[in-house]
């Protein structure tokens, strides 16, 4: 089975920086499409930005030009650059996989259920 561990999240003040890793074990081929998500308190959750097997990527329009999602697929790991991060950042961050061929803007969209989910990691952000 394929388990995700985040890391990388902590407490910043707004506009500073923060850099997530998911680290999959278990990982195949067969895991085409991977993605990080965002839980607020109070809020549902909400798709953060995608990648797939082809390097195709799709973002949130609220991290657009901040994030930058990116993966090291001889290290099986996912990651999540975030610069000049607000308040409204904060979140429990969760990366997901899926082994299905998926379209990045759906995925960022909430269209799929993922097949395998971290446990997450909390970012905080003071003003």
């Known amino acids: 089975q394929v388990q995700l561990v985040e890391s990388g999240g902590g407490s910043v003040q707004a506009g500073g920086s923060l850099r997530l890793s998911c680290a999959a074990s278990?990982?195949?081929?067969?895991?085409?499409?991977m993605g990080w998500f965002r839980q607020a308190p109070g809020k549902e959750r909400e798709g953060v930005a995608a990648?797939?097997?082809?390097?195709?990527?799709s973002y949130a329009d609220s991290v657009k030009g901040r994030f930058t999602i990116s993966q090291d697929n001889a290290k099986n790991t996912l990651y999540l650059q975030m610069n000049s991060l607000k308040p409204e950042d904060t979140a429990m961050y969760y990366c997901?996989?899926?082994?299905?061929?998926?379209?990045?803007?759906?995925?960022?969209?909430?269209?799929?259920?993922?097949?395998?989910w971290g446990k997450g990691t909390l970012v905080t952000i003071s003003s």
């Open positions: 997901a996989a899926d082994r299905r061929a998926l379209w990045p803007p759906k995925v960022v969209a909430g269209y799929y259920d993922m097949d395998y």
């Open positions: 278990g990982y195949t081929y067969s895991t085409l499409c």
């Open positions: 990648i797939d097997s082809d390097g195709n990527i």
